[in-house]
DNA sequence: AACCTATTTAATAACTCTATTAAATAACTC
DNA sequence: GAGTTATTTAATAGAGTTATTAAATAGGTT
């Protein structure tokens, strides 16, 4: 391999190998291994395992909120709003398949996962909250909207869309479907949430 | 601790074990120094870690399809269906409450995990989805029900479930719940999960 | 070219892990 | 109680782990 920055390649292939695998499941020797270099230099730059592993997870679960706490803020619908949401998540999942894996995997367990999600949670989790708080509150004062708890509909769909990934990678294996019929299943499952979560709250 | 029967006793302690700390979180020396016993004894029931890590899998995976191969088959309303499936689910994940952990966080990469998901799931799953789709059926027969898809209803109730879960141990932690907190928050969440499935497919 | 600093490697200390073996102890069977 | 089998332990081989050290190499500057 021996791309020119080492530094930034040793952070790549870990972050690969540490959302696959987990913690414990990943030594330092396999991540040089897998960049190419010597073990001593994952070392040189990361000092320890921990360290390492606490650099990515951060960037990690920092991308991860970003995508709730980027709500649209435009005057739409909240139709259009809801699918909006939707939309980010299972976009975010696509281009990060392991996420919800691992964090759910670590949570249980990883103390340094578990202090990160407190700490980034008490940054943007009142930040997102307030935000849809305030969308709401305004169709409602429209009239547009009957009332309506904002953390069980964050909560409600946080969980259909994270869980519909973790449903086609099980299927994918189970039911041997192909990549087509992988991202036909998604498509569906988009919609359906989708109707499931407005067929509830219409006013 | 020296309880007469150590086979079991190591069952036991591993499965606690496992289920936290997963495959590779657990050395046959940590399971022996919970047990309270040698490590060698370890191997001497159980010959190797994959093979212990195994009957438990097999075990828990079983325990945790059960809960949805058993379904209610009296005559009673769908509404009563669904809070029956609701219910059996919670209680089970209130009793393991390091299912999901373990099943999500293993799946990512542990293909004994997914062997026998594999397995298992085309002993029970078109069991489960026959008799589910049975009772949808003889509803919809009577007028009861509008068209609904058994294999979404399914996933949407597993995930709101399952889901509930992982977010109450979340939020236990970064919003330091009081498990009476804890407690109110499932069932809460219960009574709405309930009443968003309903919403959608009320005829 | 000589010097300095940054990068990379080989070697290794100090552990821990799995699995096996042989020996010790406990539990039965006659 | 002697003999047989089952359970449990101590010891250890062999491999792999993290982290450090000293030495080698590469790049840039004067």
Redesign the interface.
Known sequence: MQKNNMEEQILLVAKELFM???Y??VSTTQVAKAVGCNQALVHYYYRTKQNLFKIICQQEIQKMLKILADIPQEDISFEDFIEKIIEAQIGFLKNNP?A???I??????NSEV?KM??EL??EF?KEIVGKIRLFVQMKQSKGELNDV?VE?LL??I???D???F??Q??FT??LEMDSQTQEAFLE??KT?IK??IL??IKS
Chains 1, 2 share one sequence.
Do not use: A, N, T
């Open positions: 696959q695998f987990g414990e499941g392991d919800p894996f691992f759910i995997g670590e949570l249980r367990h578990l999600m407190k949670f008490s989790g708890s069980d909560i409600d946080v969980s259909l994270v869980m519909s973790v449903g990678v099980l294996q189970i569906r499952r359906h109707k499931l067929s509830s």
